[in-house]
Structure formats: structure tokens, C-alpha cells
């Protein structure tokens, strides 16, 4: 069983940056990604990265956010920059093992096992 922390989220206007961070409670090398939702909308996959590195973005947030791993620290990033209204929604980072690529997994959130409980973004105009 892993544990899923998520922190980094908050209240900023339209222009500005969060980095949010996921902490995993036990070691291992997971396929990871970051996932959204807000009221009314559909669950989104936002950005996710494979235990081989390769990474795959939402055409909506190309360009702005980046997911990385710190495997030294169990911890999932997601830097976003030049945020909009519309990136407001909770955040929720996703851990598993899976044997699909990245682009793929961005539109399958069952493939990943384990999720945390979600931080709110919140981008005023």
C-alpha cells in the first residue's frame, strides 16, 4: 500500500505559479501523473510520467506545467506557470504500475492504484 501526500496548492491570480508536490509513503519506482477536476468538469489528466521517463501533458496545459520526479525524495512535482482561471480545480497525483505509455495513461486514471487526496488550485482573473 502507498500513501499519497499532496501540498503546494493555493489562491493565485491568472499570470502567476504553484509547484505542487506529491510525497509517496513507501520507496519504489511508480508510473505517476497528476489529475484534475472541477465542479462541473470532467476528471482531466493533466500531465503524467512513466518509470522510464517519458512524460506526456494535456494539449490545455503544454507549454506551462512540468511534472517531474525527485526520486531521492519519493516526491512527484508539477510546476505550473502562467496559470489561468480555467486551471482551477482539486489536483490529485496518482501512483501505479502500468504497462502503457504516458500519452495513454493520461485519459486512463484506473490504470493507477493509488491516489492522494487532492490539493485545491484556485487562479483569480
Known amino acids: 500500500q502507498v500513501q499519497l501526500v499532496e501540498s503546494g496548492g493555493g489562491a493565485v491570480q491568472a499570470g502567476g505559479s504553484l509547484r505542487l508536490s506529491c510525497v509517496a509513503s513507501a520507496y519504489g519506482n511508480y508510473d505517476m501523473g497528476w489529475f484534475r477536476h472541477a465542479p462541473g468538469k470532467l476528471h482531466e489528466g493533466v500531465a503524467t510520467?512513466?518509470?522510464?521517463?517519458?512524460?506526456s501533458y494535456a494539449d490545455s496545459v503544454k507549454g506551462r506545467f512540468t511534472i517531474s520526479k525527485d526520486y531521492t525524495k519519493n516526491t512527484l512535482n508539477l510546476q505550473m506557470n502562467s496559470l489561468k482561471p480555467e486551471d482551477t480545480a482539486t489536483y490529485s497525483c496518482?501512483?501505479?504500475?502500468?504497462?502503457?505509455?504516458?500519452?495513454?495513461?493520461?485519459?486512463?486514471?484506473?490504470?493507477?492504484?493509488?491516489w492522494g487526496q487532492g490539493t485545491q488550485v484556485t487562479v483569480s482573473s
Open positions: 510520467i512513466n518509470t522510464d521517463g517519458t512524460t
Open positions: 496518482a501512483a501505479g504500475r502500468h504497462e502503457i505509455s504516458a500519452i495513454q495513461a493520461l485519459g486512463r486514471p484506473w490504470v493507477y492504484a493509488y
